[in-house]
């Protein structure tokens, strides 16, 4: 039985193709805490493969940038001492990243995500360390900025003004 309280599932009108719960065709992907990291663990397909047997980089790209995204706003979250699901919502976009792959992730295995935040400025920007593991070897390493976007508090609709 899983137990986990996804951080996707806090994210509402979310149609990313990497952690979008509204995009069909999308990755699909699930974050959530193991202390103070935000963890995911996800099985690529065939379909996901840059040549037989080795996940895309670009699907390696997908999930860092999503993993993280959902890391900054889960600790943004945890950090005004809140639950996930409570208001104010949070968006945040990307602003920057840089990934290292250091071999290929095999695409047969499950690939693990381990991400937490560095340093936070002005409450707006998040920078993060995620790396990636496949059979506990990790394959990838990236820095990444995450802009906090939006606040559900700060605007008169949903939609994001994506002003950082």
Known sequence: MNTHEYFQHYMPGDVCFGCGSNNPAGLHIHSYWEGDEGVCRWQPQQIHEGWPGVTCGGIIATLIDCHCMATAMATAIRNEGRELGSEPHFRFATGSMNIRYLKPSDSHHEIELRAHVIEVKNEKKYTLQCDV??????????????????RSDQSDSGESKFKA
């Open 133 to 150: 593991y496949v059979q506990g070897k990790k394959t990838a390493e990236a820095t990444v900025v995450a802009f906090l976007v939006w």
